[in-house]
């Protein structure tokens, strides 16, 4: 499997803000999917991704898989406090099986 | 989604000794990974548990170091075996279904090795 290219690595923000991370891959991916990681837990999948220039919401949360089906974004509108976490790209390329992830984006949101 | 429990939840070890995590899924899941997450890092896939047949391990992982086992479409289990300080990590199980090319994660196993 590949890594993925996720940016930005890092965000502080004010609660309210809207937030904007994204994901490259070096290969055409069949599957995008965003999860969020809380300290000490395993990741919780927020969103699913399957046709290039779907677009598809959770909440506050947009996601979009890109036209050359190379990348992929997340947003979140109006940040709560909760938010707070790692938020992890990750997909199945065409011709393999084995999920491959980013290496995340760590969100802090202050009051 | 299936609900994943893992056992222990975290454990503190000495080096040289092995440790036994277990996986279990409210459903039978026809395919379970482990992966490694080393601290502050990105999550690694360490193998595929097969039901009835020998895990499917990654570049850089061997039987030897992380011996699994599959024994139905519900449960299984990794080894972390003769532990050094390196393998201080978070271990995950997920289950996953190419049919919605999906992965659902466990809590998670966090070992620190002393």
Do not use: H
Not at chain 1, 5 to 11: A, E, G
Not at chain 1, 102 to 109: E, M
Not at chain 2, 58 to 71: L, N, W
């Amino acid at each position: 499997g590949q890594q993925l290219n996720q940016s930005p690595q890092s965000m502080f923000i004010q609660e309210g803000e809207d937030v904007s991370m994204n994901c490259t891959s070096s290969s055409i991916f069949n599957t995008w999917l965003w999860y969020k990681q809380d300290p000490g837990e395993g990741p919780v999948l927020l969103i699913a991704l399957y046709k290039a220039g779907e677009l598809t919401s959770n909440g506050r949360l947009t996601a979009q898989f890109g036209i050359t089906r190379k990348d992929s974004f997340l947003n979140i509108s109006a940040s709560i406090p909760s938010d707070v976490g790692i938020y992890f790209c990750a997909g199945y390329e065409n011709s393999g099986y084995a999920l491959n992830f980013g290496k995340g984006t760590s969100l802090l949101v202050t009051p | 989604s299936a609900v994943i429990s893992q056992k222990p939840s975290r454990d503190i070890c000495q080096r040289g000794t092995s440790l036994t995590i277990q996986c279990q899924v409210d459903s039978q899941v026809t395919m379970m990974f482990w992966y490694r997450q080393q601290p502050g890092q990105s999550l690694t896939l360490i193998a595929t548990a097969n039901q009835g047949s020998e895990a499917t391990y990654e570049s850089g992982f061997v039987i030897d170091k992380f011996p699994i086992s599959r024994p139905n479409l519900t449960f299984s289990t990794l080894t972390v075996s003769n532990m050094s300080p390196e393998d201080s990590s978070i271990y995950l199980c997920s289950v996953g279904s190419r049919a919605t090319d999906t992965q659902y994660f466990g809590p998670g196993t966090r070992l620190t090795v002393l």
